[in-house]
């Protein structure tokens, strides 16, 4: 039940229209309202955008060019000054929401804290100035290292209030994974945590940054500051370490916020590809703030009475866009749970619902599917009344776990959003609109007004109707990432090229397969290329066998996704080991906690299977389909002429 298959989506037919007093209510109200703000936006680009810019969001100085598209090269509110700390907090502060709850949070041992607008601006400011007082500037790359605490958010609109654009690491990466995304965007300062409560035990925090800058190798940075959550013994090193409490004593909480250039960077944010290391994906300020500002407020309908809580972790792009910066940039009341499901509490999600009066709940397919097997009881026993809407994010979605959501979760009265996008895209792309778009379990349905999508064969032809093809976007949009840090040619490599340009005619690759209906809604089937998409986290394949083949052991490594119920794919590794190394249960654990230490427990293979040779075409390369079918244990399909070694396929199905 897992990935959906074509078959079955071809035979989904039910259909969802949006309820008439949901619809009576929302700001986007009926499919004609959607179909003329699509047309709009598809006819004018720049004028849709540009009257979205002046009405939505606070400028210093009004941008001079709308657009300036030099592809693959975008330039969005060309010299606008602009400042998304401003427009997430001082705003809203000459309003009635200055005492209105910006941030509630909940901390996993349930222990709590709201802060007002007012409360926020102030420690935003407040730890903006210590910032400052460590010497960063404007354009410095700060990195963030934390849990899923309120300093989190107040970090990145401090970051964001001094223009120097921070780098958030997930706190499960691991010390490896973190010392690799510091250096390679040179930050200056890192911010962290002495620990983080993560299903009942506590994550080291402040131990993973220490064993990355270990023998100065993070040399850019020149201090980190640590934030009090689980009051266990650390070290902190005399002149680099810093408490924040300590730093932040005494601070004024003036700080008026840098005027950024529309094209200043925001953040730089790290995401797996098919080849290579990680990517830093550079959002800027102007066109992110304008794209993950309206699509938050159409696509979640926020309205002032909403607590919305989206259940991401600020490390990932959905926190960024969706926790923090699109909420409070509308003046929402955002939720941030430490926290995750746990054996301990498996009802705890349903618990914030309930506490906080939660209306709108954002989450993952992967944790759908684990509610599902959890038991319907959790949820049943709690008072979930208060939903209005949901959403998912991260990976497709089973129409069975649609379902259940809906029927469950929602009581059958919220409408569902199911939204396609990528750390690449800024925001949401293709989604419903709950108001005005019929749902049907399974899709994202239609792209939001601006994006032009489509679905392509390699040529950039679209391809007919319900036929497999890539998912592309066709014009630039706002929230696009800008480049990959560093490196403008991999970002041109990557995304640009896979559909050659014709006739100056630029097409994104999302690197998803797709197809579109007869009715125009998109289906998204999962990756095309080598980034696995486990628990709806991104993995490339190649970090993994890297990983791997770090190991004194190892040969050879090869990865492959294998379905999984849960996860929707699991990490499955094949093995080749040198020289008088044998193939072990012990060796097979000792290989997974070597993955686990360099990259972090979310790339853990869920198998590893040792053999003597890997099969391989003639001219050397892996032949990962044949892997893809021995994991999944399905017949090996397609052509196997180009095997260099036919023997080899044999033994790797007798192994299994
Ligand atoms: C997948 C997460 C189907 C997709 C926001 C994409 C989805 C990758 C959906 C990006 C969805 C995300 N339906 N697939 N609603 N949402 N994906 O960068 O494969 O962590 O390319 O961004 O997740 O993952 P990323």
């Known amino acids: 039940m897992s990935q959906p298959t074509i078959e079955s989506i071809l035979q989904e037919k039910r259909l969802f229209p949006p309820d008439s007093d949901f619809s009576q209510n929302a700001h986007i109200k009926s499919l004609a309202d959607y179909q003329g703000l699509y047309d709009r936006a598809k006819a004018d680009p720049q004028q849709f955008w540009a009257e979205l810019a002046e009405n939505?969001?606070?400028?210093?100085?009004?941008?001079?060019?709308?657009?300036?598209?030099?592809?693959?090269?975008?330039?969005?509110?060309?010299?606008?000054?602009?400042?998304?700390?401003?427009?997430?907090?001082?705003?809203h502060l000459t309003t009635w929401r200055k005492n209105k709850a910006a941030l509630i949070w909940e901390g996993e041992p349930g222990d709590s804290r709201t802060l007002t607008y007012s409360q926020l601006h102030r420690e935003v400011c407040q730890f903006a100035n210590v910032l400052k007082q460590l010497g960063a500037k404007k354009g410095d790359r700060i990195g963030i290292y934390m849990p899923m605490i309120p300093e989190a958010a107040i970090a990145m609109l401090a970051c964001a209030r001094i223009g120097a654009p921070h780098s958030v690491v997930f706190g499960g990466f691991s010390a490896e994974a973190l010392r690799d995304r510091l250096n390679d965007a040179e930050a200056k300062i890192v911010i962290t945590a002495d620990g983080g409560w993560r299903k009942d035990a506590i994550v080291p925090l402040k131990e993973q940054?220490?064993?990355?800058?270990?023998?100065?190798?993070?040399?850019?940075?020149?201090?980190?500051?640590?934030?009090?959550?689980?009051?266990?013994?650390?070290?902190?090193?005399?002149?680099?370490?810093?408490?924040?409490?300590?730093?932040?004593?005494?601070?004024?909480?003036?700080?008026?916020?840098?005027?950024?250039?529309?094209?200043?960077?925001?953040?730089?944010?790290?995401?797996?590809?098919?080849?290579?290391?990680?990517?830093?994906?550079?959002?800027?300020?102007?066109?992110?703030?304008?794209?993950?500002?309206?699509?938050?407020?159409?696509?979640?309908?926020?309205?002032?009475?909403?607590?919305?809580?989206?259940?991401?972790?600020?490390?990932?792009?959905?926190?960024?866009?969706?926790?923090?910066?699109?909420?409070?940039?509308?003046?929402?009341?955002?939720?941030?749970?430490?926290?995750?499901?746990?054996?301990?509490n498996p009802g705890c999600f349903w618990d914030v619902i309930a506490k906080y009066g939660v209306t709108i709940f954002y989450t993952a397919p992967t944790a759908i599917r684990a509610f599902i097997k959890m038991g319907e009881h959790h949820p049943k026993s709690r008072n979930l009344s208060s939903l209005r809407l949901l959403g998912t994010v991260g990976e497709p979605i089973n129409p069975e776990a649609w379902m259940w959501y809906q029927k469950v979760i929602g009581g059958e009265r919220c409408p569902i959003v199911d939204t396609w996008w990528q750390t690449e895209t800024g925001g949401i792309m293709i989604t419903p609109l709950p108001g005005a778009i019929p749902t049907k379990p399974g899709s994202a349905t239609l792209p939001f007004p601006g994006i032009i999508a489509d679905v392509v064969d390699l040529e950039g032809n679209t391809v007919p109707d319900n036929e497999g093809g890539y998912l592309a976007i066709r014009h630039p949009w706002p929230g696009m990432m800008r480049t990959v840090y560093g490196d403008p040619e991999r970002f041109r490599r990557t995304y640009w090229e896979h559909i050659p340009p014709?006739?100056?005619?630029?097409?994104?690759?999302?690197?998803?397969?797709?197809?579109?209906?007869?009715?125009?809604?998109?289906?998204?089937?999962?990756?095309?290329?080598?980034?696995?998409?486990?628990?709806?986290?991104?993995?490339?394949?190649?970090?993994?066998?890297?990983?791997?083949?770090?190991?004194?052991?190892?040969?050879?490594?090869?990865?492959?996704?294998?379905?999984?119920?849960?996860?929707?794919?699991?990490?499955?590794?094949?093995?080749?080991?040198?020289?008088t190394y044998q193939a072990s249960e012990e060796l097979s654990k000792e290989l997974k906690k070597h993955v686990v230490s360099e990259i972090g427990a979310?790339?853990?293979?869920?198998?590893?299977?040792?053999?003597?040779?890997?099969?391989?075409?003639?001219?050397?390369?892996?032949?990962?389909?044949?892997?893809?079918?021995?994991?999944?244990?399905?017949?090996?399909?397609?052509?196997?002429?180009?095997?260099?070694?036919r023997s080899v396929l044999d033994k790797l199905r007798e192994g299994a």
């Not at 244990?633 to 052509?639: A, T």
């Open 56 to 91: 939505e969001l606070h400028w210093f100085q009004k941008w001079d060019t709308v657009l300036d598209w030099q592809p693959p090269f975008v330039k969005w509110f060309v010299n606008g000054k602009i400042n998304i700390s401003y427009n997430c907090l001082d705003r």
């Open 209 to 344: 940054v220490d064993k990355a800058l270990e023998n100065n190798a993070v040399p850019s940075i020149t201090d980190v500051l640590v934030v009090k959550r689980t009051n266990q013994t650390i070290q902190m090193a005399a002149g680099r370490d810093h408490w924040w409490h300590d730093l932040q004593k005494g601070v004024s909480a003036d700080c008026s916020p840098e005027p950024m250039d529309s094209e200043d960077m925001l953040f730089v944010l790290y995401t797996s590809g098919s080849t290579g290391k990680p990517k830093g994906v550079v959002h800027t300020t102007g066109g992110y703030n304008l794209y993950s500002h309206i699509t938050t407020k159409w696509i979640f309908d926020l309205q002032d009475t909403d607590v919305y809580w989206c259940t991401a972790d600020v490390g990932w792009i959905t926190g960024h866009s969706y926790i923090v910066y699109g909420p409070l940039s509308n003046g929402a009341t955002t939720v941030m749970y430490e926290g995750a499901p746990r054996a301990s």
């Open 502 to 579: 014709t006739d100056g005619k630029y097409t994104y690759f999302a690197g998803d397969g797709a197809r579109k209906d007869e009715d125009g809604y998109f289906w998204v089937m999962g990756r095309v290329d080598d980034v696995l998409n486990v628990s709806g986290h991104r993995l490339g394949t190649m970090e993994v066998e890297s990983a791997l083949v770090s190991h004194p052991a190892v040969a050879e490594a090869a990865v492959v996704g294998k379905p999984d119920e849960l996860k929707g794919e699991e990490v499955v590794a094949f093995v080749t080991l040198e020289g």
């Open 602 to 645: 979310i790339a853990r293979p869920g198998e590893i299977r040792f053999t003597d040779a890997l099969p391989k075409t003639r001219s050397g390369k892996i032949m990962r389909r044949l892997l893809r079918n021995l994991a999944s244990g399905q017949e090996v399909s397609g052509d196997t002429s180009t095997l260099e070694d």
